[in-house]
């Protein structure tokens, strides 16, 4: 089972940037769609960003649409997620996500992943 680690979280500003990675550690993660999703306190999982085996497919949030870019290198098995000009509600833990079909489309909701990492956190100060 492919085991996915993420990292690069921690405290910003409003205003600031942060950059997430994902690495996974298998090879064969580049014929899965993967996706970010966050979870603040007291708050369902939900989705941020999805990507497509290849690359070529992404999908946002409305919430950070125009604000974060999802991309993958699958060279290094690491899917990454760029986040700009980061706001206070940004606050939450940040997990990467994969479904472990080969080639299947994005999906929008946690049930619909079934490999996880541990997460990392981001908190955003105003």
């Known amino acids: 089972q492919v085991r996915l680690v993420e990292s690069g979280g921690g405290l910003a500003q409003a205003g600031d940037s942060l950059r997430l990675s994902c690495v996974a550690s298998?090879?064969?993660?580049?014929?899965?769609?993967m996706a970010w999703f966050r979870q603040a306190p007291g708050k369902e999982r939900e989705f941020v960003a999805g990507i497509s085996w290849s690359g070529s497919e992404t999908v946002y949030a409305g919430s950070i649409k125009g604000r974060f870019i999802i991309s993958r290198d699958n060279a290094k098995n690491t899917v990454r997620l760029q986040m700009n000009s980061l706001k206070p509600e940004d606050t939450a833990v940040y997990y990467c996500?994969?479904?472990?079909?080969?080639?299947?489309?994005?999906?929008?909701?946690?049930?619909?992943?079934?490999?996880w990492g541990q997460g990392t956190q981001v908190t955003v100060s105003s």
């Open positions: 298998e090879r064969s993660v580049s014929k899965l769609p």
């Open positions: 996500a994969a479904l472990t079909v080969n080639y299947a489309a994005i999906k929008h909701y946690p049930n619909e992943y079934n490999v």
